[in-house]
């Protein structure tokens, strides 16, 4: 990153099939190894399935998910005097949509068995419905902001 400049931030082109940025985005965060059509297929296939499911559209479906699973506070270490103290501090936008994305794509890897497609559509769905691995890694990490919410004048 560089020391003065700002940082300009690409525009990300939505997607062939539903014409949507955060499918995006999705696709990016699934992708390894430069593999991009793999990642197409499996992200398709997991909003297939989705939309099988939940009986919408798969978009909205996984626009509801990520909502249900983006962050709003979150805590930094802040070191006075000696003492570290982790500060809770509300989170930017783009920062929250980028946690939401990492921890659905994590959790859904995590998952055992079947495919790739299969476990992101279950962790989707699992988000969809407020429940989850992401879901509850969301609520550990407000519970902690909440805990240190006295250590809130520290924030810069």
Known sequence: ?????????????????YGNVLVTRVINKIMQR??????????????????TEARRNAADVLEQA??????MLEVKPRRVGGATYQVPVEIRGDRRLSLALRWLTRSARSRSGRSMAEKLAAELLDA????????KRREDTHRMAEANKAFVHYRW
């Open 34 to 51: 430069g593999k991009k059509s793999t990642a197409e297929r499996i992200v398709y296939g997991a909003l297939e399935r989705l939309e």
């Open 1 to 17: 990153m560089p020391r003065r400049a700002r940082v300009v931030k690409r525009p990300v082109p939505p997607d062939a099939k």
């Open 66 to 71: 990520v909502r249900n699973a983006t962050p």
């Open 128 to 135: 969809y419905r407020g429940q989850g691995a992401t879901i």
